[in-house]
Nanobody, 115 residues
């Protein structure tokens, strides 16, 4: 089992920045990919950014050049630096971890960007 705990959400004005962090615990040795998804009201959950164990990253087109995902293996954390935030980035952001047999989700953290 893997447990994920997010932190760092909040309210920010358009153009501002936020940093999300996710701490993993449990059978972390089995994780091969971690990342972030988000879900806005009335919309489906969508990928924001993920990072594999080897460091390869994937970003949604809508956040490329503005968001940066990073992983600290020593602290078992994955971070998402979000710059130049837009109102359309408003959503609940979920930390995600993938193992060979399971997918795990955090409880979610709200990010609200005001115009």
């Amino acid at each position: 089992q893997v447990q994920l705990v997010e932190s760092g959400g909040g309210l920010v004005q358009a153009g501002g920045s936020l940093r999300l962090s996710c701490a993993a615990s449990g059978t972390i040795f089995s994780i091969d990919l971690m990342g972030w998804y988000r879900q806005a009201p009335g919309k489906q959950r969508e990928l924001v950014a993920v990072i594999k164990n080897g460091g390869m990253t994937t970003y949604a087109d809508s956040v490329k050049g503005r968001f940066t995902i990073s992983r600290d293996n020593a602290k078992n954390t994955v971070n998402l630096q979000m710059n130049s935030l837009k109102p359309e980035d408003t959503a609940v952001y979920y930390c995600y971890a993938r193992t060979t047999y399971n997918n795990y989700w955090g409880q979610g953290t709200q990010v609200t960007v005001s115009s």
